[in-house]
């Protein structure tokens, strides 16, 4: 265990070097002016040349990697063109806005597609597992874009059970940061009321997020569930006369994780990509709608500030994901 | 545990998630998300506070700097100039820092008498030296905005001349009878705080990073809040020196929620949890305005949105661009895409800009004369030109009408779009043809109104590629002369008969675009928003001191 720890460490600064060169090269090949657009349309030649001599990009493009790999190694990630503040900061505070998101809607997503897979296995066929077929279905071939659309018209605008988006309602105070996650942050300091007004500003986008995994999640565990429950050591089990919850629960459950745990860790890639249209939707100020205005206004710092965080992200899950196997199959070793 | 009781225990699970993520309608203990306490029940809310739904987050607050309009929103509420174009004719003005002003006969002295109750919000006094300090910056910034009185302050520290502690005086070598227009832009000539400058230098910047994202102004409110993709708030500024004239109900806040997605705007705004919103589509448009609670308020500006014609490849013969100008289905366009939500541009001016000429050539669609002016030029059935656009409904679907009337002359058109920063690097860049697209759609208004500030950056030989927006390197003799001579000309009847000549050269004789529509501004307005009033030269932006809640 430790040596795959060891193993995924070494490996993730190259990773992220290789990554960090891709997007440099990508960016800079598209044949964007980032100085004409923070100059604006109506600069002159000097204004445009003036600008692009303040961000460093009348440098030799490799002059102006290394620099970037310099500041890099000062965990400095640079000055977005668009918000005008550093990068670092900028991420800080939008990163921790979509990891909430992401998390609840991971929670949702666990807990109803596991829930709807298990009973879908064990009653086989019968009215309950067409019930999660369709809901899988459903989950799957509606886009979250416009399964969030649907979702404000109906339960924000027509019935006014939930709020249009945002984090907090208007008048609700912010908790003290502590992660930057709101729901998170009020429960450590005991804001109650603002926790009650976070959660009820979360559950819409989560739930809107999250039901592709969950139906992603639902299906994979109800196959696995039926494979795993034809296994000989199944029989076994309730020939020793165990009752079937123990069975199910016990035996069959734990054997049936590891495609979904594999699942899951693809999962967050899609909640990350998923997030820049729900966080559009619903007005959630995350890493979504920045890296989304970063690509269309060439601010190259931003792009790879995005780009880094989330290689990174993807680096950490694979590691959970591959301890998360060891512990539920103690005969993986590492 | 039986079978039958796990599948009961997993189904209430489920059934507890789906209840779970219904939840109460409000979670007890805490105020309704937008109803803080005392706001009156009819409303929901508090009636002082202004709410507006934005599209996209401002970029910048410097006035030396800012171009984009959502800037433009905030810095016209928060920071003032010497005067204004007045909003029901865009040719006098009426005062704002200055209280009144002269010229000398020949326009190279022009003198401005401040009032003497202006403050800026660090509750510094806005005077002469103040005055004279902010064009000075303007001009030595070299920022993107600085052109507006660098191209006639070149030595600030002569030409702008304090007479006493409220009377600047500017002085010119040569007859400066736009001083007045440009001094009225929307677009850099703000008067900003000295003391707030020079308290948030850093590097010999002129505090250009901290003005980004700051304001040092003395308008009717003040900045707040500024939260990247979350909002602005804007709150009222007691010391404003304007409010006696506008007494009664104002705002005491101004919320601009940056919503981006327009379908939650148009939510927002039927729901009345915004007052105002802004951008959207025709066809929103046109529902909203069946609704009785809210008003759509159209009006007039100077943006002409047209289509570029290169004047380079296939394109250089004028034969060809007058083909294709003549092919565009012009009444299609207005009519069914834009459902009349707009009114046809006739020629390259707005109608109200100065010396706009009501009698210029106007293309009709005509299929025939086009494929004649084609046989003409002699153009082969089958030849492929490009469309560049931006990612954005109203280029594409022009984009769209002019291919499938192209395609019945037999010229076939390849639409390519770009995102807003490659399609920015190609109109404004130096790439040359055939990298360089045939045909581009664009939009412009003027800083001012002024012909030569309007036409200039368009048409010049020496605004092409990224010297200036002339983006089909359009180049005509007779064009540049009559710019270059344009702005020493005081008489108005001899400019305009110069420009009744160059509009009829760049429509009919030697075509530079296809003019397509003067783009109105629209809002949408919950029906008890008061005192709306629009200024067709300060395009996309109002003034919130004049808005007040009807029924308060």
């Given at each position: 265990m430790g040596r795959l720890l060891l193993r995924r460490l070494f490996m993730v600064v190259p990773v992220l070097f290789g990554v960090s060169l891709l997007t440099f090269t990508l960016s800079r090949i598209i044949p964007a002016d980032p100085a004409r657009l923070i100059a604006g349309p109506r600069a002159s030649a000097e204004g445009v040349a003036k600008v692009r001599e303040a961000y460093g990009l009348d440098l030799p493009l490799w002059k102006q990697y290394a620099n970037y790999i310099a500041a890099l190694a000062r965990f400095d990630l640079g000055e977005s063109f668009t918000s005008r503040r550093p990068v670092g900061r900028d991420l800080a505070e939008f990163l921790p806005a979509t990891a909430e998101l992401a998390f609840a809607a991971l929670g949702l997503a666990l807990i109803g597609g596991l829930a709807i897979g298990i009973v879908s296995a064990v009653w086989q066929n019968q009215l309950i597992d067409q019930f999660g077929r369709f809901v899988a279905i459903g989950g799957l071939s509606m886009p979250a874009f416009w399964l969030a659309l649907l979702a404000q018209l109906f339960l924000y605008q027509r019935l006014g059970w939930f709020p249009f988006g945002e984090r907090l309602g208007g008048e609700t105070p912010l908790p003290p940061r502590i992660t930057g996650m709101l729901a998170l942050d009020s429960l450590l300091t005991g804001r109650w009321a603002t926790l009650t007004d976070a959660l009820y500003h979360l559950i819409l986008p989560a739930l809107v997020l999250g039901l592709e995994p969950l139906a992603v999640i639902a299906r994979i565990m109800r196959t696995s569930m039926l494979e795993v429950m034809r296994e000989p050591y199944i029989v076994t089990a309730r020939a020793k006369g165990l009752r079937e919850g123990t069975v199910i629960l016990r035996h069959a459950l734990r054997n049936a994780m590891i495609p979904v745990v594999t699942m899951i860790g693809l999962q967050i890639g899609y909640?990350?990509?998923?997030?820049?249209?729900?966080?559009?939707?619903?007005?959630?100020?995350?890493?979504?709608?920045?890296?989304?205005r970063a690509i269309v206004s060439a601010d190259y710092n931003a792009v790879m500030g995005v780009t880094l965080v989330i290689a990174l992200i993807y680096l950490v899950t694979n590691v959970l994901v591959d301890l998360v196997y060891a512990w539920i199959d103690p005969r993986i070793r590492y | 545990m039986n079978r039958r009781v796990v599948v009961g225990l997993a189904i209430l699970g489920c059934i507890a998630v789906l209840l779970g993520s219904c939840g109460p309608a409000r979670p007890a203990g805490t105020?309704?998300?937008?109803?803080?306490?005392?706001?009156?029940?009819?409303?929901?809310?508090?009636?002082?506070?202004?709410?507006?739904?934005?599209?996209?987050?401002?970029?910048?607050?410097?006035p030396a700097s800012n171009n984009e309009q959502l800037g433009n929103l905030i810095l016209v509420a928060t920071t003032e100039g010497l005067v204004r174009a007045k909003a029901e004719n865009i040719e006098e003005f009426e005062p704002q820092l200055a209280e009144r002003w002269e010229h000398n006969e020949d326009y190279t002295v022009w003198t401005f008498y401040l009032r003497k109750n202006a403050k800026f919000h660090d509750g510094t006094p806005v005077n002469a030296e103040a005055v004279k300090f902010s064009f000075t910056r303007l001009v030595q910034s070299g920022l993107g905005m600085s052109y507006i009185l660098s191209q006639f302050i070149t030595d600030p520290e002569s030409q702008i001349v304090v007479?006493?502690?409220?009377?600047?005086?500017?002085?010119?070598?040569?007859?400066?009878?736009?001083?007045?227009?440009a001094l009225s832009s929307g677009y850099g000539s703000f008067v900003i705080s000295p003391a707030a400058v020079k308290a948030h230098e850093k590097d010999g910047d002129l505090a250009h990073e901290w003005l980004q994202t700051n304001e040092a102004g003395s308008g009717a409110y003040m900045l707040t809040e500024w939260s990247p993709n979350q909002q602005v708030v804007l709150t009222r500024f007691e010391d404003w020196w304007g409010w006696e004239q506008y007494p009664g109900f104002r705002f005491d806040k101004i919320v601009l929620k940056i919503v981006p997605e327009m379908?939650?705007?148009?939510?927002?705004i039927e729901k009345g949890d915004v007052d105002i919103a802004l951008d959207f589509s025709p066809q929103d448009l046109e529902a909203l305005a069946k609704n009785p609670d809210i008003v759509v308020h159209r009006s007039e500006t100077l943006a002409v949105r047209y289509i570029v014609l290169g004047e380079y490849g296939p394109l250089a013969d004028p034969r060809v661009r007058q083909a294709i100008a003549y092919a565009f289905d012009y009444d299609g366009y207005v009519n069914d895409v834009l459902k009349g939500t707009a009114i046809r541009a006739r020629g390259p001016f707005p109608h109200k800009l100065q010396c706009w000429d009501p009698n210029v050539f106007v293309y009709e669609t005509d299929l025939e004369k086009a494929k004649a002016l084609l046989e003409e030029a002699g153009v082969q059935p089958g030849m492929e030109i490009r469309f560049m656009c931006e990612e954005?409904?109203?280029p594409v679907q022009v984009g769209q009408i002019l291919q499938a009337q192209l395609a019945q002359i037999g010229i076939n058109l390849k639409i390519e779009q770009r995102d807003t920063s490659t399609y920015s690097g190609i109109f404004y860049g130096d790439v040359q043809w055939p990298e360089r697209p045939e045909l581009m759609a664009w939009g412009w208004w003027p800083d001012y109104n002024d012909p030569t500030d309007y036409a200039w950056p368009l048409f010049h030989s020496q605004a092409a590629g990224s010297a200036g927006a002339n983006a089909g390197f359009y180049s005509n003799p007779r064009v540049d002369e009559i710019l270059d001579i344009a702005p020493s000309i005081t008489d108005t009847a001899k400019l305009c008969e110069l420009y009744k000549e160059f509009q009829d050269i760049v429509v009919r004789q030697d075509p530079a675009w296809i003019p397509l529509v003067e783009r109105p501004d629209v809002r949408v307005l919950r029906k008890d928003i008061g005192g709306f009033q629009a200024n067709p030269i300060y395009v996309e932006t109002f003034d919130f001191f004049r808005l007040y809640r009807i029924g308060y």
């Amino acid at each position: 265990m430790g040596r795959l720890l060891l193993r995924r460490l070494f490996m993730v600064v190259p990773v992220l070097f290789g990554v960090s060169l891709l997007t440099f090269t990508l960016s800079r090949i598209i044949p964007a002016d980032p100085a004409r657009l923070i100059a604006g349309p109506r600069a002159s030649a000097e204004g445009v040349a003036k600008v692009r001599e303040a961000y460093g990009l009348d440098l030799p493009l490799w002059k102006q990697y290394a620099n970037y790999i310099a500041a890099l190694a000062r965990f400095d990630l640079g000055e977005s063109f668009t918000s005008r503040r550093p990068v670092g900061r900028d991420l800080a505070e939008f990163l921790p806005a979509t990891a909430e998101l992401a998390f609840a809607a991971l929670g949702l997503a666990l807990i109803g597609g596991l829930a709807i897979g298990i009973v879908s296995a064990v009653w086989q066929n019968q009215l309950i597992d067409q019930f999660g077929r369709f809901v899988a279905i459903g989950g799957l071939s509606m886009p979250a874009f416009w399964l969030a659309l649907l979702a404000q018209l109906f339960l924000y605008q027509r019935l006014g059970w939930f709020p249009f988006g945002e984090r907090l309602g208007g008048e609700t105070p912010l908790p003290p940061r502590i992660t930057g996650m709101l729901a998170l942050d009020s429960l450590l300091t005991g804001r109650w009321a603002t926790l009650t007004d976070a959660l009820y500003h979360l559950i819409l986008p989560a739930l809107v997020l999250g039901l592709e995994p969950l139906a992603v999640i639902a299906r994979i565990m109800r196959t696995s569930m039926l494979e795993v429950m034809r296994e000989p050591y199944i029989v076994t089990a309730r020939a020793k006369g165990l009752r079937e919850g123990t069975v199910i629960l016990r035996h069959a459950l734990r054997n049936a994780m590891i495609p979904v745990v594999t699942m899951i860790g693809l999962q967050i890639g899609y909640m990350l990509g998923g997030a820049v249209l729900v966080e559009s939707v619903f007005a959630w100020p995350g890493i979504g709608r920045y890296s989304a205005r970063a690509i269309v206004s060439a601010d190259y710092n931003a792009v790879m500030g995005v780009t880094l965080v989330i290689a990174l992200i993807y680096l950490v899950t694979n590691v959970l994901v591959d301890l998360v196997y060891a512990w539920i199959d103690p005969r993986i070793r590492y | 545990m039986n079978r039958r009781v796990v599948v009961g225990l997993a189904i209430l699970g489920c059934i507890a998630v789906l209840l779970g993520s219904c939840g109460p309608a409000r979670p007890a203990g805490t105020a309704a998300p937008t109803a803080p306490a005392g706001a009156t029940p009819a409303l929901g809310r508090d009636p002082k506070t202004l709410v507006v739904a934005i599209y996209s987050n401002p970029s910048d607050l410097d006035p030396a700097s800012n171009n984009e309009q959502l800037g433009n929103l905030i810095l016209v509420a928060t920071t003032e100039g010497l005067v204004r174009a007045k909003a029901e004719n865009i040719e006098e003005f009426e005062p704002q820092l200055a209280e009144r002003w002269e010229h000398n006969e020949d326009y190279t002295v022009w003198t401005f008498y401040l009032r003497k109750n202006a403050k800026f919000h660090d509750g510094t006094p806005v005077n002469a030296e103040a005055v004279k300090f902010s064009f000075t910056r303007l001009v030595q910034s070299g920022l993107g905005m600085s052109y507006i009185l660098s191209q006639f302050i070149t030595d600030p520290e002569s030409q702008i001349v304090v007479k006493d502690e409220y009377t600047i005086e500017f002085r010119f070598d040569s007859p400066t009878p736009l001083l007045i227009k440009a001094l009225s832009s929307g677009y850099g000539s703000f008067v900003i705080s000295p003391a707030a400058v020079k308290a948030h230098e850093k590097d010999g910047d002129l505090a250009h990073e901290w003005l980004q994202t700051n304001e040092a102004g003395s308008g009717a409110y003040m900045l707040t809040e500024w939260s990247p993709n979350q909002q602005v708030v804007l709150t009222r500024f007691e010391d404003w020196w304007g409010w006696e004239q506008y007494p009664g109900f104002r705002f005491d806040k101004i919320v601009l929620k940056i919503v981006p997605e327009m379908a939650t705007r148009r939510s927002l705004i039927e729901k009345g949890d915004v007052d105002i919103a802004l951008d959207f589509s025709p066809q929103d448009l046109e529902a909203l305005a069946k609704n009785p609670d809210i008003v759509v308020h159209r009006s007039e500006t100077l943006a002409v949105r047209y289509i570029v014609l290169g004047e380079y490849g296939p394109l250089a013969d004028p034969r060809v661009r007058q083909a294709i100008a003549y092919a565009f289905d012009y009444d299609g366009y207005v009519n069914d895409v834009l459902k009349g939500t707009a009114i046809r541009a006739r020629g390259p001016f707005p109608h109200k800009l100065q010396c706009w000429d009501p009698n210029v050539f106007v293309y009709e669609t005509d299929l025939e004369k086009a494929k004649a002016l084609l046989e003409e030029a002699g153009v082969q059935p089958g030849m492929e030109i490009r469309f560049m656009c931006e990612e954005m409904d109203w280029p594409v679907q022009v984009g769209q009408i002019l291919q499938a009337q192209l395609a019945q002359i037999g010229i076939n058109l390849k639409i390519e779009q770009r995102d807003t920063s490659t399609y920015s690097g190609i109109f404004y860049g130096d790439v040359q043809w055939p990298e360089r697209p045939e045909l581009m759609a664009w939009g412009w208004w003027p800083d001012y109104n002024d012909p030569t500030d309007y036409a200039w950056p368009l048409f010049h030989s020496q605004a092409a590629g990224s010297a200036g927006a002339n983006a089909g390197f359009y180049s005509n003799p007779r064009v540049d002369e009559i710019l270059d001579i344009a702005p020493s000309i005081t008489d108005t009847a001899k400019l305009c008969e110069l420009y009744k000549e160059f509009q009829d050269i760049v429509v009919r004789q030697d075509p530079a675009w296809i003019p397509l529509v003067e783009r109105p501004d629209v809002r949408v307005l919950r029906k008890d928003i008061g005192g709306f009033q629009a200024n067709p030269i300060y395009v996309e932006t109002f003034d919130f001191f004049r808005l007040y809640r009807i029924g308060y």
